[in-house]
């Protein structure tokens, strides 16, 4: 397998997206306009207002960001790492540097999760308490 050259040289295009839509828990194809380097395409839907970046063959999103600039930065560190990225097959996206991807992964998706701030919090009362009194 070998690398994706960097930087990705991208270029606009239309292609089908699968999109939640309606009550159901079902994909439809949605075709929107958007912007394809290799295995990777950027988009955005009027509705969402964030910039999505997918696996092209497998149609699976990887992350969801607020800026373009953001998500090709993205698609720049997920085509260093050496992996299998034109399988149509997500589960097929494997290589050497399958770790290395899925760090990235966790370091660039965001912490919708969170829903308080407990961490700083905790942070805030452990500086506290070791200061000296």
């Known amino acids: 397998m070998?690398?994706?050259p960097t930087p990705l040289t991208w270029k606009r295009r239309n292609f089908a997206v699968f999109e939640p839509k309606g009550l159901t828990d079902r994909l439809y194809a949605v075709a929107v306009s958007g912007i394809v380097s290799g295995?990777?395409?950027i988009y955005r839907l009027p509705e969402s207002g964030r910039f999505h970046l997918i696996h092209l063959p497998s149609q699976e999103k990887i992350v969801s960001l607020d800026m373009q600039g953001a998500c090709k930065y993205a698609a720049e560190q997920y085509a260093a790492c050496?992996?299998?990225w034109w399988t149509c097959i997500p589960e097929e996206v494997v290589g050497p540097d399958l770790q290395e991807m899925r760090n990235l992964h966790a370091r660039l998706k965001p912490d919708s999760w969170i829903a308080s701030d407990w961490r700083k919090r905790r942070d805030t009362n452990e500086k506290t308490l070791m200061l000296p009194a």
């Open 82 to 84: 050496d992996v299998n």
């Open 2 to 4: 070998s690398r994706i």
């Open 39 to 41: 295995p990777f395409a």
